[in-house]
């Protein structure tokens, strides 16, 4: 068997070396002959190279490792595309924290208004992404971690033909709090799971194909987190943590507000002390800074879903994948985050029936809000985009989203120019 060839392409992420410790994991199984890391950012890629290839002989993951700020030569032979960009760096995410807050709005990078203005940003580049990819290396598959992605998947799967798996590692949270809860082995737990990136539900939850008790139930909810535990005993579901900022709006807007500093900020502190810890040519290890970046376990799921694609394992794992009538009243081509199937022959999602109530109208209402944006982020749509705003749970005032809409974009000029007309 030949060697595989594996691009990261936003190789200048701090999570880069989960990637790489990932695949010293699965040496075995996943034969790579060549990782290739791909940025614009040339210092934090030379960094990040020098990081990567000492920590790879810590790992005694004997492995080619080289950068390049090529996109062909990064995608070109690629069996996988990791992709983990971030346009306009921690500095347009802060932007997307503070003006939703000036509005009284929830200002956060993936929910809400600062979501939107994220993904007005990153499904152009995404899409350039894409069409490399079915260019160079039409067979391979791209995976994906870019925010907020069930909008960029969608993006993609509607308006190109590259394979594409859009991950995160909010699927494995029920089947983590039920391990941490019952002392259980994690390949043993299983469930529904229906809703969007950063808006979903588990329920029906098994234990080596057994259903849990409500007792137990109680106990896996008390290991959830950002969201009333009493509230989450009563809807009888795991829900995404993300939900914190729909059903303790109030409270949340108010804690940003008088925050010192937005996530955002905190982050850029944080990534300040990685990067001299990784540009360090005495470390070889993670640095401790990493664990308080947030984010981790995406590299699990990312490794899961490469050895089952590569070496057909019918994979049970939640991805964000087109609805394809797994969810009835859903469109067809809606991106969906929901259990699949994964194997050599793709993704395929799990049917889903008993679908619970309480959750039909904010997954549609957010849905709704995510196709619209999707359209008008492709076609610098100004319409579609108010459209968007307008069918936002969090936001849905006309006279907020006017002014709003015109600030995001005007703050963000320089990344859209599928509204400016500055290509």
Known sequence: MSGIKVAIIGAGSSYSPELIEGFAKLKDRLPIEEIVLMDINEQRLEIMLGFSRRFAEHLNYPVKIRATTDRKDAIEGARFINVQIRVGGNAARINDEKIPNKYGLIGQETTGAGGFTKALR???????????V????????????????????????????ANMAGLCSGGLFPRNWTVKALGVDPESVRYDFYGLNHLNYAWNITVDGRPITDEQFDLAADHSWSLDKDMVKRLRLLPSPYLQYFYHRSKRVTEQQEAPLTRGEQVQLLEKEVFAAYADPRQYE???ALAKRGGGGYSEVALGIMDAIHNDKNMWAVVNVPNRGAVPWMPEDAVVEIACNVGKHGIDPLPLHDIPASTWGLVSAVKNYEQLTVEAAVHGDKDKALYALLAHPL????????PLLDELLEANKVYLPQFFGNR
Do not use: C, F, H, Q
């Open 122 to 132: 990153t499904i152009p580049a995404m899409l350039d992404i894409a069409r490399d």
């Open 286 to 288: 993670k640095p401790a």
């Open 395 to 402: 936001i849905g005032e006309y006279d907020i989203a006017v």
């Open 134 to 161: 079915e260019r160079y290396s039409p067979d391979a598959w791209i995976i994906n971690y870019t925010n907020p992605a069930g909008l960029v998947t969608e993006a993609v799967t509607k308006y190109s033909k």
